[in-house]
């Protein structure tokens, strides 16, 4: 019994001593399980950022602590209780249900460190979008910065525009008030239609006996018809067998231009008998300004390569005067051909056969062109025989005035005539068959034996200028005619006044020859280098202002410049010649072209600025850049080139 009992206190002792080192290591456990999962927390707290820290996770290390302190009570009463076997297993039980929820508070614990790591993580593709949100803002900001700019550019044609509207609404407030005055019109039309219907009516019962007359009549005209067909037929006949080939041109050989006018020759000092124009002028009691005369004079002397010198502007400024005055001054022949409405082709300039007469219907202009062709000896022309009396005057000079010559449209009646002018300048006119692309074919209507076609050839002693009066009831030019022409504008004058004269000058009596005006004429390589390269300078900044304008010229108009300076008269100061000669062909040849342009378009106010610069600044032609200023600032209507007062230049 001793043995059994000490046995079992042994073994009390044993249990009783494991009971203790379990409670002792569960203690330490615990211990080392709360100040590892102390330092966790430190560290997450330290990773996680201060917007991740919760109220619960502070609650958890409350739990944590007030356990800690209840273990440390646990293991007191566990040395005081280690006789207590069975308390000791439920306590240690109770410690495994413990360890368990520490388990679970582990695993919390990975859950939220995930959820820590899945924040960071989303933080940082936060970060990386934010970056390429800041560099898409800056691009947009500089496409804000293109934009601004963009818009600060378009305001002007913006403003523009505007202006336009506002154009647009008058116009517009116009043309209602206009459209009542249609409506009143139209109504008063109605009423006189109404009488021309009771008119008709009354007329219609007459009409059918008129109808049984007009039957007779056709009847009587058919027969008559074939009359007329077959007395043709023996006219032919008898006119081929008389040999009357002369009166078929007869009415070419009349003579337009009177050879008995003059007794002697001109000077061959161009400077002198431009002072006898400007003193004829004056004698006249006409005020023509110096710069107006020598640039229609210079106008004539380039006819080679711009074959019309054309006077523009309102009625009653001396547009007719000064080219009939000049020829009478200058010792030529003057022809004045009034341009009627009807006209609308080169027939109306030249005539036309008529078959039913036999012979051609010859114009002044045919009849003058023959006295002043040439080559009127010249066999295999179609001439046949002219009569004795006819006198060949090509030696001399004829000045051809086309007056109001945009009554009816110029392309219709003289554009191909024009363009046998232009192409004189290219041909070897001593080569006959080379020289027939220059001349006019006029159908003589020609018979057996006859010559079908005569030719005539217009040399440059025959010079054309035309006059445009501007209104309703007038036709523009085509470019093609204006890039052919100097256009000098006869402007409103400043001031209205009439001088009489005591005595009226009479016409030169001395003939300008041929001969003496090839004298005068240069070409453009007659500039000297120095001349020449200043004036092509200014010729291409020209050609650039027009270009921003979508309105270059090109080789023709250049040469005709170039032309035009080389020829312009002077007193020996070549440099102030060929300035003054710039800038009548920036007013003869560039200001017509901004015709219909807006001035309040920034890119047309852009170029009328820089005309101005270089018309003042360059050409010191300071009346031409005011006109120029004065059409730019004109604001609320279309272009309109209205030309230069030059006795406004003269009076300063």
């Known amino acids: ?103 679970a508070d582990r695993q919390q614990l990975q859950k939220l460190t995930a959820e820590l ?80 219907k009771q008119e008709a009516e009354r007329l219609k ?85 110096d710069r107006v005369l020598k640039a229609f004079h210079t106008s004539l002397k380039v006819a080679d390569i711009s074959p019309l010198a054309v006077l523009a502007g309102i009625s009653g400024t001396g547009k007719s005067e000064l080219p009939r005055r000049y020829a009478e001054a200058m010792g030529m022949h003057f022809l004045n051909i009034a341009v009627q409405p009807r006209w609308d082709s080169p027939q109306d300039m030249f005539g036309f056969f008529n078959y039913m007469e036999g012979r051609y219907r010859a114009t002044e202009l045919a009849r003058a062109l023959v006295q002043m062709d040439p080559y009127y000896d010249e066999k295999g022309r179609g001439w046949g ?30 554009s191909e005539f024009l363009s046998r002018l232009e192409i004189r300048r290219g041909v070897n006119c001593e080569d006959r068959l080379e020289r027939r692309k220059a001349e006019i074919p006029l159908e003589v209507g020609g018979a057996a034996g006859i010559d079908s076609v005569l030719y005539l050839f217009t040399n440059t002693n025959v010079l054309f200028a035309g006059t445009m009066n ?76 027009m270009t921003d304008i979508r309105r270059p010229f090109a080789f023709r108009t250049h040469l005709a410049m170039r032309t035009y300076a080389a020829n312009y008269p002077d007193d020996g100061n070549r440099v102030e010649a060929i300035r003054l000669a710039m800038a009548d062909q920036i007013e003869q040849k560039i200001l017509p072209k901004f015709r219909g342009l807006d001035p309040n378009d920034g890119v047309v106010s852009d170029a009328l600025a820089s005309l101005v610069g270089l018309v003042n600044d360059e050409l010191k032609d300071e009346v031409l850049a005011e006109a120029i200023s004065q059409m730019r600032a004109v604001g609320e209507h279309l272009i309109s080139w209205q030309g230069v007062d030059r006795l406004k230049q003269e009076n300063h």
């Not at 006898?276 to 009691?285: A, C, E, I, Q, T």
């Not at 000045?399 to 110029?410: P, S, W």
């Not at 005068?520 to 000297?528: M, S």
């Open 470 to 545: 501007e209104d309703e009831t007038t036709q523009t030019l085509s470019d093609k005619v204006v890039d052919r022409a100097n256009v000098l504008r006869f402007g409103k004058p400043s001031r209205l006044f009439c001088e009489q004269t005591s005595t009226t000058p009479a016409p030169s009596a001395k003939r300008m020859l041929y001969s003496t005006w090839q004298s005068w004429i240069r070409k453009d390589d007659r500039l000297q280098r120095a001349e020449s390269e200043q004036v092509n300078r200014w010729i291409e900044t020209l050609n650039g202002i």
């Open 117 to 196: 790591e899945d924040v960071q993580r989303r933080h940082a593709e936060e970060y990386e979008r934010h970056k390429e949100l800041r560099k898409e803002l800056e691009s947009a900001e500089f496409r804000v910065a293109k934009l601004q700019e963009e818009e600060q550019r378009l305001t002007p044609s913006v403003e523009g525009l505007r202006n336009q509207e506002k154009n647009l609404k008058i116009a517009v407030a116009s043309l209602e008030a206009e459209r009542a005055k249609l409506e009143q019109q139209v109504a008063s039309w109605r009423a006189q239609a109404a009488e021309a």
């Open 1 to 103: 019994m001793p043995n059994i009992s000490l046995t079992t206190n042994v073994y009390a002792y044993i249990v009783s001593c494991m009971a203790t080192l379990v409670a002792i290591l569960t203690a330490i456990w615990a211990f080392v399980l709360q100040r590892r999962r102390a330092i966790e927390l430190d560290v997450l707290e330290q990773r996680i950022p201060a917007a991740a820290r919760y109220e619960h996770l502070q609650s958890l290390l409350a739990e944590a602590e007030a356990e800690w302190a209840a273990m440390k009570d646990q293991l007191a009463e566990a040395k005081a209780i280690i006789a207590e076997r069975d308390h000791a297993r439920k306590q240690l039980d109770e410690l495994l249900e413990r360890l368990r929820m520490l388990e």
């Open 205 to 289: 019962s007459s009409r059918d006996s008129l109808d049984k007359e007009v039957q007779t009549l056709w009847s009587s005209r058919e027969n008559l018809s074939g009359e007329v067909a077959d007395l043709k037929k023996q006219k032919s006949i008898l006119t081929v067998e008389a040999g009357k080939q002369p009166d078929r041109l007869a009415d070419l050989w009349q003579p337009v231009v009177n050879p008995a006018r003059f007794s002697g020759n001109m000077p061959e000092d161009e400077l002198v008998c431009l002072e006898k124009v400007g003193s004829y002028m004056r004698g006249l009691g006409l005020r023509f300004p």
């Open 385 to 414: 025989d002219y009569p004795g009396s006819y006198k060949n005057l090509s030696g001399e000079m004829l000045l051809v005035l086309l007056d109001e010559m945009n009554l009816a449209r110029v392309e219709y009646y003289f």
